[in-house]
């Protein structure tokens, strides 16, 4: 199954067709008290200034922000699952970038922001500049049941995962019986979407297969700039808009390119997401609400 999400399209992730989580705890009760969501952004492209392309790009960011910041209840924790930035040669250039971007990012009122590297941001200098701002280039961490595991797979494009990762996420995912709920969050598509257009991870077959055990997977990515679904397998991947330009559908035109900034409809195919738990008897379902600048 490989097909775009309509923008407004409210998924309720469930039973057959979708992510059911088999929950670890028992209990209704208890379960429900562990209900939660987070918000997660994508491809900031924060140093990018063509108006022509967005000539609200100084204000893209602090815009969605005041949007996440509007949410009631707060969400648990937001991520933004890479490019940052936009690339640049220059090291002193790049580290100005990100350091504006982690001042701005810090208005947000929720204080559990967690980042990811894209390749704007991390393969020119393999990631050097981004762990000063930003810390690790991959790791895990669980919340309120469920298993987060982040993926670098854009420091060196050409090698796709280390293999020191790949030692690392072998050792992680044994931590965890095989009924534990997953999410992956990773910059590029784990899949080949269109290798040509660079939306693909050299061996990211090879992290799939690692998770394919797991009954209960869900990969959340960014870096091609539009809603699109994927399912290798029992394992479903989503893919976020930016929040600077949108991109064309793969192979719908003969060279990839941002889509000019359409005037009468601003902010058009720009935007964030809301994923929440929903824990019941049956185990935990994901909701996502994809949320437009618009």
């Not at 209900?35 to 960011?61: C, M, R």
Request: glycine share 6%.
């Amino acid at each position: 199954m490989n097909h775009p999400i309509n923008r407004r399209q409210f998924l309720e992730i469930a039973a057959l067709g979708g992510v059911v989580f088999a929950s670890g705890l028992t209990g209704i009760a208890r379960a429900a008290s562990q209900d939660f969501y987070f918000v997660q952004l994508s491809d900031v492209h924060w140093g990018f200034t063509d108006a022509k392309i967005n000539p609200e790009f100084a204000t893209s960011l602090q815009r969605s922000i005041a949007a996440v910041n509007k949410l009631k209840p707060a969400p648990d924790f937001v991520v933004f699952t890479g490019d940052l930035t936009q690339v640049t040669d220059d090291p002193v250039e790049r580290r100005r970038r990100m350091h504006e971007f982690r001042e701005i990012a810090r208005t947000l009122k929720c204080k559990d922001v967690r980042y990811l590297p894209g390749e704007h941001d991390a393969t020119a200098d393999k990631g050097e500049a981004y762990q000063e701002f930003f810390g690790a280039l991959h790791y895990s961490f669980d919340h309120k049941g469920i298993h987060f595991v982040v993926i670098d797979n854009v420091t060196n494009a050409a090698l796709g995962i280390a293999p020191a990762q790949l030692e690392w996420l072998a050792a992680d995912l044994t931590k965890h019986p095989k009924n534990t709920p997953i999410v992956v969050l990773t910059h590029r598509p784990l899949f080949d979407l269109m290798p040509s257009w660079d939306w693909a991870t050299r061996n990211g077959d090879k992290v799939i297969e690692m998770l394919m055990p797991f009954a209960n997977v869900t990969v959340f990515y960014g870096h091609i700039h539009q809603l699109h679904e994927h399912a290798t397998g029992h394992i479903k991947h989503y893919a976020a808009e930016s929040l600077m330009w949108p991109l064309p559908v793969a192979g719908s035109v003969p060279k990839k390119a941002a889509i000019a900034w359409d005037a009468t409809q601003p902010f058009k195919d720009l935007g964030y997401r809301e994923i929440a738990t929903n824990r019941g008897k049956d185990g935990i379902a994901l909701k996502i609400k994809e949320d437009p600048l618009a």
